[in-house]
Each structure stands twice: as C-alpha cells, then as structure tokens.
C-alpha cells in the first residue's frame, strides 16, 4: 500500500556532510508526521521529525548540525547531516505517519534503513 525509500547513506569522514532523502508512495491521502531514527547496536533512536505545519524537533545531540526538511508536493522528506561524528553512525530509518485511501485513521510505515558510517 504505502513504501517509504530511503537514499543518500554512506562512508564519510568526521566533520563531512550527507543529505538523506525518503520517497513515500502508494495509495496516500495524507502524511502526518515524517522522521529519521538511528538504529545503533541494541538502540533505536530518533533523530529528528517534523509534522505537518513543519514544526520541527531534534535529539539534543544532532541539534545545531542536522536539519530536517519535506517536501509535501513529493511526499519526501529530507535529513542534512552537518558536522558528522564518529557518533553518528548507524542504520537511519525513515518513518511516516500515513493515511491511506482505504482507512481513516494514520498509521506507522518505515523505510528500509540506509547505513550512515563516519570515520575519524
């Protein structure tokens, strides 16, 4: 019904920069919330979201390097990760809170994950 694709991992070196993209498609009516979590061994963090009036919130550790952004006419959703840390590495997965045309009510859908690996 609904796939979110996520793009735009990879290796970089500490202080470097990578932009994360996240398609959404299928049978969509709305999209609430969208947001990129980090799966590090044994975690799964939130990283950031933004709703639909692109009100924004970040984990305190990201803030003032990451920006999370979406483009509602593309159903996409967007993570510019400034200033990278070794820290910062793990799988990102994306996750938005969808409406289909088939039930009134949002529910949960996630992306594959895309590995984010930063070197020191």
């Known amino acids: 019904q609904v796939q979110l694709v996520e793009s735009g991992g990879g290796l970089v070196l500490a202080g470097g920069s990578l932009r994360l993209s996240c398609a959404a498609s299928?049978?969509?009516?709305?999209?609430?919330?969208m947001g990129w979590y980090r799966q590090a061994p044994g975690k799964q963090r939130l990283v950031a979201v933004i709703?639909?009036?692109?009100?924004?919130m970040y984990a305190d550790s990201v803030k003032d390097r990451f920006i999370i952004s979406r483009d509602n006419a593309k159903n996409t959703v967007y993570l510019q990760m400034n200033s990278l840390k070794p820290e910062d590495t793990g799988v990102y997965y994306c996750?938005?809170?969808?409406?289909?045309?088939?039930?009134?009510?949002?529910?949960?859908?996630w992306g594959q994950g895309t590995q984010v690996t930063v070197s020191s």
């Open positions: 299928g049978s969509i009516s709305s999209i609430n919330f």
């Open positions: 709703g639909g009036k692109n009100r924004t």
């Open positions: 996750n938005a809170e969808v409406r289909t045309y088939y039930r009134l009510n949002y529910e949960d859908y």
